[in-house]
């Protein structure tokens, strides 16, 4: 226990001095842009770069609003083609490119509302230690053009596995996070499609990473088509079963031998 507590202090020492913001992009265009300026209004000075992360499916038009971006905020905008597939892998390539002190990971078509990333900043400058979560199970979160079916199994499984974790926490798998990125880069992920979002919360509560949740709202996509499939929200269940049953040698680098 003194030598987790110990590597658990070291990942997370530094103080928050700035975040590196992370962008998937694949059909978004309008949005994309409006959740660009509305960052760069609110919090720009704690904004070191945004990492607009783009895969050979991004359509010719959302290419060219991520080069307006990037013209009209310069260096602080970093466009780059994610090598491993789905959004999982976007957001894992990220990760090992993000160079400011914590990491926010969001959607970049206004489902994760853009003007709560303050909110988060603001938390994770009192709890630079924590992990911050947007959560739409607590007063002044919720749903906005959600599937009536999809709500009564997210409520369900948000039951079930806070249970499993033996975690208060309302809401583990939306996409909406900000985290020390000591942390991220320490850590061996699995996943590529949509259940790495469940994978970022669950092995960091296996490790014993706190969590802070705050109100945010989820809204249903005003352009293009969601990259995941009713079908595939079962797939969650594996890795949230599975990192159950890790020890912190296996979810860790450098400790898995």
């Known amino acids: 226990m003194v030598e987790k507590d110990k590597l658990m202090r070291d990942l ?15 059909n978004e265009t309008t949005s994309l842009e409006k959740t660009v300026d509305i960052i760069m209004s609110g919090c720009s000075d704690d904004v070191l770069e ?5 895969c050979k499916k991004t359509l010719p038009e959302s290419l060219k609003v991520c080069e307006k971006v990037r013209e009209k905020y310069g260096e602080k905008v970093k466009v780059f083609e994610q090598t491993r597939p789905f959004l ?22 206004l489902e994760t509302p853009p003007d709560k990333v ?20 607590i007063m ?26 033996r975690t208060n926490l309302t809401d583990m ?10 942390l991220v880069q320490a850590i061996n992920w699995e996943e590529t499609r949509h259940p790495f979002l469940f994978e ?29 499939s009713f079908m595939r929200n079962f797939e969650y ?3 949230g079963l599975k990192t159950l049953l890790y020890s912190r040698k296996q979810i860790l680098k450098g400790e898995s031998k």
Not at 12 to 26: H, N, W
Not at 153 to 165: A, D, G, P, T, W
Not at 173 to 179: K, N, Q, V
Request: aromatic share 14%; hydrophobic share 50%; proline share 5%.
């Open 12 to 26: 997370l020492s530094i103080p928050f001095k700035a975040v590196s913001i992370i962008l998937p992009v694949v």
């Open 50 to 54: 945004l990492l607009i992360v783009i």
């Open 88 to 109: 999982g892998g976007a957001m894992r390539d990220s990760f090992l490119r993000a160079s400011a002190s914590h990491v926010l990971m969001m959607a970049s078509d």
């Open 118 to 137: 303050k909110d988060f900043i603001l938390e994770a400058k009192e709890n630079p230690a924590m992990i911050i979560t947007g959560s739409r199970w």
């Open 140 to 165: 002044g979160g919720g749903f906005e053009g959600y599937s009536p079916i999809k709500f009564v199994f997210n409520f369900i499984f948000q039951k079930f596995f806070c249970l499993l974790y």
């Open 173 to 182: 798998t939306y996409g909406y996070r900000l985290f020390p990125t000591r």
């Open 200 to 228: 970022t919360i669950v092995k960091p509560l296996k490790l014993g990473v706190k969590v802070r949740e705050i109100p945010a709202e989820w809204k249903a996509r005003a352009e293009g088509g969601t990259q995941n």
């Open 237 to 239: 269940f594996r890795i």
